[in-house]
Each structure stands twice: as structure tokens, then as C-alpha cells.
């Protein structure tokens, strides 16, 4: 594609401005009547007929006005828009309520998600900060019924294992107590290889339990996010683009299916840093689901700590220097909180 003039840049720039804000078709006598450009309707026509034979606009019907295309707001995004941030006011206002939460990562979790949706407007997504080293932290044993016990064990990071395990004979909740504090002590911050060393008889109720604090260690390896929150669903089906359609409906089922999201986190943001801001717009040719779409994500945490991913989606003509801003903000607010966590 050939370099934009800076008239073109400037009339690309209004066009995706007023699309954003009406999500109707632009048309040339638009622009001139409310930015009172010292331009005619017929230059701004033949411009926006030159964006659009270059790719960063479509036009819809013939007789209509012109709409951005994924160029036009890869072009915006990386070339024109100015950094933004936060109000501080804003800022000011989210860091108290972080602050004055309990030092609970499920209640931060479930803050990020609700904060990044309502100054966004868009759906949120945040996963739990993960070790990429998964190692014990607290093991807990409740017995349920007969043979059964409910085994309940926490990793660095927050992640939170639970099953129900079966064993040979039903023993006491003394007993359960017992087997979970001997474990809490001989396991204490060790990976999946170092438990697996453990040397010492058990018994029978005892292997059953350290055979699974090992497979689910050993799984929690392999996974490449902790548990996800999402939030400001609705946020997304409101806008007109999505209401008579499915395209939504696919985009947020790719947030909800967990193989889905992984792959896309895999490939994205989390081969990548943490001080960086990363947007898709459309898909990019890979997600299918998201050609409608544009998503903002972001890595938070620290890689020699524990990392987690968080992000908004929205419509692609979503307000990209507000949703970088927001997301980059929460992003380094997380970072720190895991910093003193850990």
C-alpha cells in the first residue's frame, strides 16, 4: 500500500472517528459540515474514493458513505492514534478499589474483569496469574461420603485443584487431617519432579492422595493460563453490528471455550513480554470468530514469578486509545500486586 498523504491521513483519522461513533456509513459532506474542513465535499469525495481503491475503506452501497476496513484501522491503530491514558482521577479511583481489597487474587481477578468491562464497554477477559512452574502450596482433605473424599489443593499463584477421590476403605476426617498436614509439610513449595522424589511409606489412602498431587502438578505444567474471568457480555450484544446476528455469539464462545482461548493466548501475547500492548483486529486472518472483532490484550505479572493475560473485545470500531489505555493501566496496577504477593 502506498504512504498516505497527510490530508488522507487526517480525513482516515475522522472517517474512523465518526464510524466509531455512529456505526453508520460516513459520507464526504458529513465530514466537511462538521469538522468545517477548508476542503470541498467533491476533494473529500475524490480522497475518500483514493482510501478506499487503497484499501483502508469500503463502501458499503454504492450510494452510501464509506466504512473503515481492517487496513484502514490497522493503519489508525499503529500509525495514527495518539498514546493515550487513563484520567488520573480514573487511575486514582481503580487503584483505592484494588487497595482496599482483601489480599485475595480470585477478589483482584473478579475486579480486573468488572473494571476493564465498565470503562471499556466491552467484554473482559482475565486469566488467574500461573506459574509456568506449577509448585504446592496447601493440600486439604474433606471426607464426603463412604469411601469418597473431596481433595482440594492450592498452588502458588492461586490456581485451585479439587476432585473427588475414592479410596479402598472410608477412613476418619481426623484421619484425612492427618495425611493432608503430612503432605503440606513434605510438599511445601515443590514442583511435580521434586514431590515425585519423595521417598516413605504410605498407606493406601496416602498413595491414592500423592498420586493425584503429582498428575494434577504435573497437568497444571502443561496448561498455559490459570482460571478465566469474564465479565461485560452483554456489553458486546448490545452493539448494532451484533444484535440481529451471530457474529457475537461466535466471538465470545471463543473466550468461553477453553482449548479456544488457549490457542489464541499461545499465539499472542503470551510468546511476548509483559510490557507490551497487543491488538487483533479481525481475526487477523487466523481467528475466524474474532473477523469481527477486535481484541486488546495484555500480559501482566512477572515470567520468573507467575504471569496471567487479561484484555478487552469489542466491535472493530471499538474506541482503541481508550481500551489500550485501560487495559495497560490494569495491567501494571496486576503486575505489582503479584510482585508483592509473591
Known amino acids: 500500500m502506498q504512504e498516505l498523504t497527510d490530508r488522507q491521513k487526517n480525513i482516515l483519522t475522522l472517517?474512523?472517528?465518526?464510524?466509531?461513533?455512529?456505526?453508520?456509513?460516513?459520507?464526504?459532506?458529513?465530514i466537511v459540515e462538521n469538522y468545517h474542513l477548508?476542503?470541498?465535499?467533491?476533494?473529500?469525495?475524490?480522497?475518500?474514493?483514493?482510501?478506499?481503491?487503497?484499501?483502508y475503506l469500503r463502501q458499503p452501497h454504492t450510494s452510501a458513505g464509506r466504512v473503515p476496513t481492517e487496513e484502514g484501522y490497522r493503519y489508525f491503530v499503529g500509525r495514527l492514534m495518539r498514546d493515550?491514558?487513563?484520567?488520573?482521577?480514573?487511575?486514582?479511583?481503580?487503584?483505592?478499589?484494588?487497595?482496599?481489597?482483601?489480599n485475595d487474587i480470585h477478589q483482584w481477578m473478579k475486579l480486573a474483569a468488572s473494571v476493564l468491562a465498565s470503562q471499556s464497554k466491552g467484554a473482559s477477559l482475565v486469566t488467574a496469574p500461573h506459574s509456568h512452574q506449577a509448585r504446592f502450596k496447601h493440600l486439604e482433605l474433606v471426607s464426603t461420603h463412604g469411601r469418597q473424599l473431596l481433595a482440594v489443593m492450592v498452588v502458588d499463584g492461586g490456581d485451585i485443584h479439587q476432585t473427588l477421590l475414592t479410596l479402598e476403605e472410608p477412613i476418619s476426617q481426623e484421619?484425612?487431617?492427618?495425611?493432608?498436614?503430612?503432605?503440606?509439610?513434605?510438599?511445601?513449595?515443590?514442583?511435580?519432579?521434586?514431590?515425585?522424589?519423595?521417598?516413605?511409606?504410605?498407606?493406601?489412602?496416602?498413595?491414592?492422595?500423592?498420586?493425584?498431587?503429582?498428575?494434577?502438578?504435573?497437568?497444571?505444567?502443561?496448561?498455559?493460563?490459570?482460571?478465566?474471568?469474564?465479565?461485560?457480555?452483554?456489553?458486546?450484544?448490545?452493539e448494532p453490528e451484533f444484535a440481529d446476528s451471530g457474529e457475537a455469539r461466535r466471538a465470545l464462545h471463543l473466550l468461553e471455550e477453553r482449548s479456544m482461548l488457549q490457542d489464541l493466548l499461545s499465539r499472542t501475547v503470551l510468546t511476548t513480554n509483559t510490557s507490551g500492548v497487543q491488538v487483533l483486529i479481525g481475526g487477523e486472518g487466523t481467528w475466524d470468530e474474532l473477523r469481527d472483532c477486535s481484541i486488546v490484550l495484555a500480559r501482566y505479572g512477572s515470567p520468573e514469578q507467575a504471569t496471567g493475560t487479561l484484555g478487552v473485545l469489542g466491535p472493530m470500531r471499538m474506541s482503541y486509545g481508550l481500551?489500550?489505555?485501560?487495559?495497560?493501566?490494569?495491567?501494571?496496577?496486576?503486575?505489582?500486586?503479584?510482585?508483592?504477593?509473591?
Open 323 to 342: 481500551s489500550i489505555s485501560v487495559v495497560r493501566f490494569i495491567s501494571t496496577l496486576l503486575s505489582d500486586l503479584v510482585a508483592e504477593q509473591w
Open 15 to 30: 472517517v474512523i472517528h465518526e464510524y466509531n461513533r455512529s456505526a453508520e456509513p460516513v459520507g464526504s459532506g458529513h
Open 38 to 55: 477548508d476542503l470541498s465535499s467533491a476533494t473529500v469525495r475524490n480522497e475518500l474514493a483514493e482510501l478506499t481503491e487503497q484499501g
Open 84 to 102: 493515550t491514558n487513563l484520567p488520573e482521577d480514573t487511575r486514582r479511583t481503580i487503584s483505592h478499589q484494588f487497595y482496599q481489597m482483601p
Open 175 to 238: 484421619q484425612l487431617s492427618n495425611i493432608a498436614a503430612k503432605f503440606n509439610q513434605l510438599c511445601q513449595g515443590k514442583d511435580f519432579k521434586a514431590i515425585g522424589e519423595v521417598s516413605g511409606a504410605f498407606s493406601a489412602a496416602e498413595q491414592v492422595t500423592f498420586n493425584w498431587i503429582v498428575n494434577t502438578l504435573t497437568h497444571a505444567d502443561t496448561m498455559l493460563s490459570g482460571e478465566v474471568y469474564l465479565d461485560g457480555i452483554t456489553n458486546v450484544l448490545s
